[in-house]
Nanobody, 121 residues
Framework: QVQLVESGGGLVQAGGSLRLSCAAS????????MGWYRQAPGKQRELVAR???????NYPDSVKGRFTISRDNAKNTMYLQMNSLKPEDTAVYYC???????????????WGQGTQVTVSS
């Protein structure tokens, strides 16, 4: 059993900052790529940031320069530092991780339950 738990969401004014965390726990052998996604009401879920097991990152243009993804492999935890927040960043933010539960198991995708981020204008 694997669990991903997000924390750090909340209400912030435009121009402010928030830091999200995603902690993985359970039967974890290894974690490959991890990522943050968001879904606003009436919109599709979209990628916000992605980080590989060796720290390579990528971002869509909408958040590049404002958001920073990082991970602590020793703690099985991923972070998203969000600066210069805009009202259009308002969404439920989800973390996803590709996790192997054993040495001979293929990686599977696991999702967190989501955390609400609301940016007021």
């Amino acid at each position: 059993q694997v669990q991903l738990v997000e924390s750090g969401g909340g209400l912030v004014q435009a121009g402010g900052s928030l830091r999200l965390s995603c902690a993985a726990s359970g039967s974890i052998f290894s974690i490959n790529a991890m990522g943050w996604y968001r879904q606003a009401p009436g919109k599709q879920r979209e990628l916000v940031a992605r980080i590989t097991s060796i720290g390579t990152t990528n971002y869509p243009d909408s958040v590049k320069g404002r958001f920073t993804i990082s991970r602590d492999n020793a703690k099985n935890t991923m972070y998203l530092q969000m600066n210069s927040l805009k009202p259009e960043d308002t969404a439920v933010y989800y973390c996803k991780a590709q996790i192997r539960t054993g040495w001979n198991s293929a990686p599977s995708d696991y999702w967190g339950q989501g955390t609400q981020v609301t940016v007021s204008s």
